[in-house]
């Protein structure tokens, strides 16, 4: 019941994303069409931290508890949020290339989300390559919580090593009254539609583990 | 106190192996120099990209060489079944750490020691000098912290010799990046005041994950 009031919800505000991003919001004067990036850009860069961060929680909660909900928890968000940092670089990559000229550059946010997407992917390898359950969610718990302890240091690490170079053009004016409201929208529907991704993953993490005991449990019995 | 004399006993231990097998030290140092000598034919022809090259071929040789020891370290352990014996053995789970953690450590110095003026020859720099110790001191800690826990990870996977550098390479991010920019200004003729910063990030990276490692160890080896 709830999962579906969360589905009702994200799908109407992603629908009010659709049709404010492309038609509602003016054109920006300096960058053109590609600005219209930015509302998505944002909220994925957002939605993708927030997801690494109930990894953290949850990661946390599992090794005190070691009730397999935590563990289920922490590996949809982390599928979710590897999902969104994907997508955020590769449409910070379209928005460097129109503003800057170049699909890359070695920008402090922009490292530290390819560093962060790199620890998430090892998350999965390592899941991937231990057989047992319960030990797959302890590992993961681990690199789960290391990772995340990472992101600050990456991020001081990457800034102070960039800023020994000229500084790139960053916003610093405000948004005009219509771009914040298209941003804000945004930002809720991936909110809304992130709880729900994430409530539809716990639960199918949960059937998938009872699929595996059933299945070990039947060869078990007939050998 | 006395966990550290117990942790001292496994790192004395490891030393043992290491002195009568003579295996880990002797074949990680010529991987590292050949290292060296590879990254010597692709940037080595003319001296100016050499000193430019020099600080990163150092850090990168480095990083190579820990994932190859920190590996060995506990591939040892698994198969003679020596973990096991560590386990039953009257000691905290912390204790095994830090005794490992001091023994992943002495072997990088050794490594260190040994392949350092190998690169000062073959590069024509010059090496020896108080800042370049301290920062090589304080990145190997932090690379013996997060690479303890990876390596004891790591050997309880399928894939072990895959899934330790996916973990360890992009968590060190920080390391490598303050190390290398470190040195290059220390090479480039700077004093201490001018690494002051990055010496703190490698400090703050090495005071988080001994910390982190030292707490998460014991979930690791469990069963």
Known sequence: ?223 | MREIAKACVIAAKDMLTEIRTREVVSSVVVFAVLVIVIFNFAFGSNPQAADLVAPGILWVTFAFAGVLSLNRSFVLEKEEDCIEGLMVAPISRESIFLGKFFGNLLFIFLIQVIVIPVFSLLFNVGFFNIELVLITVLASVGFASVGTLFAAMAVSTRARELVLPVLFFPVITPVIIAAVNASALILEGGGLGDITQWLGIIGAFDVIFVVASYLIFCFIIEE
């Open chain 1, 1 to 223: 019941m709830k999962r579906r009031v969360l589905f009702f919800v994200s799908s109407g505000l992603l629908l009010a994303s659709f049709y404010m991003v492309l038609v509602f919001v003016p054109t920006e004067r300096d960058m053109g069409i590609v600005q219209r990036i930015f509302y998505y850009h944002v909220p994925l860069a957002w939605i993708a931290f927030l997801a690494f961060f109930v990894v953290f929680f949850a990661s946390t909660g599992y090794l005190i508890k070691r009730k397999p909900l935590w563990d289920h928890i922490a590996c949809a968000s982390a599928e979710i949020g590897l999902v969104f940092i994907s997508l955020m670089l590769l449409t910070g990559m379209i928005w460097a290339k129109a503003a800057w000229g170049v699909w890359w550059i070695w920008e402090p946010r922009l490292t530290t989300s390819l560093v962060l997407w790199f620890i998430y992917v090892a998350y999965f390898i390592v899941r991937a390559y231990v057989v047992e359950e319960e030990r797959k969610a302890r590992f993961g718990a681990v690199v789960g919580i290391i990772g995340f302890l990472n992101v600050p240091l990456v991020f001081l690490s990457v800034t102070l090593w960039r800023t020994q170079h000229p500084p790139l053009t960053i916003f610093t004016e405000g948004l005009a009254g219509s771009m914040m409201a298209t941003l804000l929208v945004c930002l809720f529907a991936f909110n809304f539609f992130y709880f729900y991704l994430l409530a539809e993953g716990t639960l199918m993490k949960a059937d998938e583990r009872a699929v595996k005991q059933l299945k070990e449990e039947s060869i078990r019995r007939n050998p």
